[in-house]
């Protein structure tokens, strides 16, 4: 029996779009000191995969899209408001950070 085929979600949740991925989990392997995990979802961010919780296969898909926004909302979008920096003063691109040389 072939393994499950990973599901995928597009979301956009704020105006910003999340791709989440499930992938298998793993039974682990004591010989290579891996502890085995479930079946989970996954945030992809630049590549890397960030873990969110693990695949409930009684969800359907507007509750998963509900969790999956509800995470979103509570763990990767930050703050309603972002704060901005300021800078306290003129910035000099050839300032030297260590003193007079």
Known sequence: MSPPKPQQR?????GRALH?????????NPHR????YPAMWYLMVE????????????LTP????AALVAWADHNA???VESSR???VGPVRP???WWGPS
Do not use: M, W
């Open 33 to 36: 000191a891996q502890l085995p």
């Open 62 to 65: 507007a509750d998963l899209d």
């Open 10 to 14: 597009h979301l956009t949740i704020r």
């Open 94 to 96: 050839n300032e030297n």
């Open 85 to 87: 920096i300021s800078r």
């Open 47 to 58: 590549g890397r995969r960030c873990p969110v919780f693990p695949c409930d296969a009684s």
């Open 20 to 28: 989440f991925v499930s992938y298998e989990g793993s039974r682990g």
């Open 77 to 79: 979008q930050g703050p």
